[in-house]
């Protein structure tokens, strides 16, 4: 499996534009976490799904920020409008509690920059 | 709800000794694991070592071993021999066992720096 795959690697965008991020679990997993990671605020957990359902959005800012997952191969984290704030990365991971691998499978992560 | 703490945000190690880490949770389940993961400047992050709250020993990973006190919610890392490779953001992290609700939450994190 290729791991977690996460798109874009890079972002910049002016503030009040919208901004989608995109993630593709390890096939198999069955939970998927959205992160935002920035000096101030550490790894923050945005938002939890299990088998495609959210679960936990309690760390989900504010309004402006939406997640789906419409199938088990494909989740999105959308920003609208961002704002400089929102500058920060952006990391999808999955996993699953069967077998013998409990951890969380990070992707690369997406560098967003609002200017 | 659960909350993990790691109370050093810095530390150093001299290359080839040993440096602890350490991270403490809060947790009222009695069946979850633990996890300290590596964050190199690259950003990937990387798995170091597991520990199974059920499981009394603790883990060991080569130079990398816990120690784990499940009474007082602990949960400490040592690594051994330190190698200028093991200069990273380390973190802590929980997750509950209980599936459909088995969030992995994060410590704050200690950067490590290993000094030659």
């Known amino acids: 499996d290729a791991g977690v795959i996460q798109s874009p690697r890079h972002e910049v965008t002016e503030m009040g534009q919208e901004v989608t991020l995109r993630c593709k679990p390890i096939?198999?997993?069955?939970?998927l976490f959205w992160y935002r990671q920035t000096m101030m605020r550490g790894l923050e957990l945005l938002i939890y799904?299990?088998?495609?359902?959210?679960?936990?959005d309690s760390g989900m800012p504010e309004d402006r920020f939406s997640a789906k997952m419409p199938n088990a191969s494909f989740s999105t984290l959308k920003i609208q409008p961002s704002e400089p704030r929102d500058s920060a990365v952006y990391f999808c991971?999955?996993?699953?509690?069967?077998?013998?691998?409990?951890?969380?499978?990070f992707g690369q992560g997406t560098r967003l920059t609002v200017v | 709800a659960q909350t993990v703490t790691q109370s050093q945000p810095e530390m150093s190690v001299q290359e080839a000794e040993t440096v602890t880490l350490s991270c403490t949770y809060d947790?009222?389940?009695?069946?979850?694991?633990l996890f300290w993961y590596k964050q190199p400047p690259s950003r990937q992050m990387i798995l170091v070592i597991r520990?199974?709250?059920?499981?009394?020993q603790n883990a060991t990973e080569n130079r990398f071993s816990v120690n784990f006190q499940k009474a007082a919610k602990s949960f400490s890392l040592k690594i051994s021999d330190s190698q200028l490779g093991d200069a990273a953001m380390y973190f802590c992290a929980y997750r509950s066992a209980v599936t459909s609700y088995d969030k992995v939450i994060f410590g704050p994190g200690t950067s490590l720096s290993v000094i030659p």
């Open positions: 520990q199974e709250a059920y499981k009394q």
């Open positions: 096939s198999g997993h069955n939970s």
């Open positions: 991971a999955s996993s699953s509690l069967r077998g013998g691998n409990t951890e969380a499978f």
């Open positions: 799904f299990n088998n495609n359902v959210p679960i936990d």
């Open positions: 947790t009222s389940e009695s069946d979850y694991y």
